[in-house]
């Protein structure tokens, strides 16, 4: 198995994908031209088959049963509002296809990107998928430079909100989280937790909101 990843990638997280069992190549600055690299050794190996990280439906689905086990621990409790960060968008599509298979499609998605790696939220504003010229961002794993195409078409009857955040307001909600909970997370989930740690985001995204849940993602880029 041969993985690309870019130059943002830590060697920490280069050396995990190593001890299982896989070749890593680094390829580019940013994920989208990994993924180019990627796709350009592809075509040279007729045996070789692409995995994407999070643009395929298997993936959304898998990621979709966080939802069953969200309603099974809130016991009869629907929440108003899902928080969930966004990078290449496989997350959010899971979780839109988790709330409508369990009857939700009434409650609302909030997805939380960093300033530097705001590519949902400028394809919320152009009404299509628009990519980045650039990732500038401590929350690396958010780095894709455009989100996936289901992100707004896969299931427009939930409705799907943008917030951006800063690095600060990131890293703040990681930290914070650390303190509440004893347990660590990279700045890329940070980036959701700062929705409720941070007083001025918590009433611009969740008023009028009485149950909130925040999917917590990302640690594997902590030692």
């Not at 943002?8 to 940013?30: C, D, F, L, W, Y």
Request: hydrophobic share 45%; with cysteine; aromatic share 4%.
């Amino acid at each position: 198995v041969d993985v690309f990843v870019p130059t943002t990638t830590m060697p920490m997280m280069a050396e995990k994908i190593r001890k299982q069992g896989a070749k890593v190549i680094v390829a580019g600055s940013n994920w989208n031209e990994a993924d180019a690299h990627c796709k350009e050794a592809l075509a040279k190996d007729i045996y070789a088959r692409y995995i994407p990280p999070f643009d395929d439906p298997r993936i959304w689905e898998g990621h979709s049963t966080m939802v069953d086990e969200i309603k099974d621990q809130l016991e009869g409790v629907v929440p108003d509002l899902v928080v969930v960060s966004v990078g290449g968008g496989g997350l959010l599509c899971g979780v839109q296809i988790g709330l409508n298979r369990v009857g939700w499609s009434n409650v609302k998605v909030l997805g939380v990107e960093t300033e530097g790696a705001a590519s949902f939220a400028a394809a919320k504003a152009a009404g299509k998928v628009v990519s980045l010229s650039s990732i500038n961002t401590i929350a690396s794993t958010l780095g894709a430079l455009a989100v996936t195409p289901a992100t707004l078409t896969l299931n427009p009857q939930i409705e799907t909100l943008s917030a951006v955040v800063s690095d600060r307001q990131a890293v703040l909600g990681a930290v914070r989280f650390a303190e509440e909970f004893r347990q660590l997370v990279e700045p890329a989930c940070g980036a959701a937790l700062s929705v409720v740690y941070d007083e001025e985001l918590l009433k611009k995204h969740t008023e009028g909101c009485r149950n909130v849940v925040v999917i917590v993602c990302g640690g594997s880029a902590v030692s």
